[in-house]
């Protein structure tokens, strides 16, 4: 191989006590740099694989704690108002399918609160929205909006045709969760999907 050769000559050269010429030189640093330029080349492939990898994983991560949280308020949700089950998707938002209300206690009051999670300019968000006061404080209850947002999951990249939130069809106890995620340093987009089933249909105290 030529660095295996110039490398015998240079050792050759060096126990002769003689000197390198000057093309000589020239070769050994054009070899030289297409070794260093190589080595450069492995190593910020390899950063960029790292990173690569570590964004799609933290990606992915926040993604299943949403769906997390998610599936613990369905399995926790009572029906709490007249008209509406105690899981269901909004009706008259833009695009369909983008935001789910579920009717769970999550203040730890016995009472049930509305939460709500919809698509807002790419990000999947969080709120609470609490009961409005009145007498008695019982069944059927009725509810405002959220005050604040928070958001769960961002780079969310679901278009008008790829619903965040829908019932699995012919089975209405199960809601379908599917998120198409394309965050900063993803090379692909990333889809987490999950079905969750609603096992309470029975009216909040």
Partial sequence: MPYKRLMGCCRKKLRNNRGFSLVELIIALALLSLVLAAAYQFYFFSQRSWQRAEAEAGTIQEARLAVMQLAREIRSARKATANLAAVNIADGVTPAGS???????????????????????????????????????????????????????????????????????????????????????????????????????????
């Fill in 99 to 205: 935001q789910l209300d579920i009717y769970t206690d999550v203040n730890n009051d016995g009472k049930p609160e509305r939460v709500c999670y919809r698509l807002q300019n790419g990000t999947l968000q969080r709120g609470v929205a609490l009961r409005q006061s009145r007498q008695p404080d019982a069944f059927p209850y009725t509810y405002g909006s959220p005050a604040t947002w928070q958001t769960v999951v961002a780079g969310v990249a679901n278009t008008a045709d790829q619903p965040v939130f829908s019932l699995k069809e012919n089975y209405p106890n199960v809601v379908q969760i599917n998120l198409i995620i394309n965050a900063d340093g993803l090379s692909k987009p990333v889809t987490v999907k999950s079905s969750l089933v609603i096992r309470s249909r029975s009216a909040a105290e």
